[in-house]
């Protein structure tokens, strides 16, 4: 089974509207973490948010937040009051704690397009 | 904050000859580093696991003899693509891991490789 999917290859999003971005894991680890990351053309990898397994609070940055759904195994990423500069590849990654301390597994990626 | 830089960002060469990709922590030891590869519009593959002071840990299906990596010193990891051939042509990108207790890991801005 795959332990990371993103079943959205593309969404699009009117400029100002919020926008979800889905991710269901796997893993048979009871600690965990997921990532979401923004990887614009140019390529770099842009941190967006993190949430441990343990955390009972949905972790929020800014204009990024997280729907965790332990039961279901699901992350999705709601990005609020989306804007042009939110265009780009978004990557949804697990940690596992049994393996290597940062080696994330990532999810196939979704790309969105923000519309003026 | 953290920053990991690589380099070179853009390197092309010609087919059968050995290219080398730097990965350093510029503010951070990092006893752990990953390589992952990304073809264009796909996700990031892990291809190896960089261990300080020891081999690395390749994944599955990834040539060790091919893509050599080398962890000398808790700032700096090497990847050197041997006999690079076109189908090596590709986005590498690295990322670090220090005391890392759970959040953000430092990725570098990836390199692309193009081999003609």
């Known amino acids: 089974a795959q332990k990371i999917t993103q079943t959205q290859p593309g969404m699009f999003v009117q400029e100002k509207e919020a926008v979800t971005l889905d991710c269901t894991y796997d893993?048979?680890?009871?600690?965990?973490?997921l990532f979401w990351y923004k990887q614009p053309s140019s390529g770099e990898m842009i941190f967006l948010i993190y949430q441990g397994s343990y955390d009972e609070q949905n972790a929020t940055e800014g204009r990024y937040s997280l729907n965790f759904q332990k039961a279901r195994k699901s992350a999705n990423l709601v990005i609020s009051a989306s804007q042009l500069g939110d265009s780009a590849m978004y990557f949804c990654?697990?940690?596992?704690?049994?393996?290597?301390?940062?080696?994330?597994?990532f999810g196939q990626g979704t790309i969105l397009t923000v519309h003026p | 904050g953290a920053v990991v830089s690589q380099h070179p960002s853009w390197v092309i060469c010609k087919s059968g000859t050995s290219v080398k990709i730097e990965c350093r922590s510029l503010?951070?030891?990092?006893?752990?580093m990953f390589w992952y590869r990304q073809f264009p519009k796909q996700s990031l593959m892990l291809m190896a696991t960089?261990?300080?002071?020891?081999?690395?840990?390749?994944e599955q299906g990834v040539e060790k003899d091919k893509f050599l990596i080398n962890h000398a010193s808790l700032t700096l990891s090497t990847l050197t693509v041997t006999s690079a051939h076109p189908e090596d042509s590709s986005f590498y990108i690295c990322?670090?891991?220090?005391?890392f207790g759970g959040g953000e890991l430092f990725f570098g801005e990836g390199s692309r490789l193009t081999v003609l």
């Open positions: 960089s261990n300080e002071g020891s081999k690395a840990t390749y």
């Open positions: 990654a697990l940690h596992e704690r049994s393996t290597s301390y940062g080696k994330l597994t």
């Open positions: 990322s670090a891991s220090g005391n």
């Open positions: 503010d951070f030891q990092a006893t752990t």
């Open positions: 893993t048979s680890d009871q600690s965990y973490g």
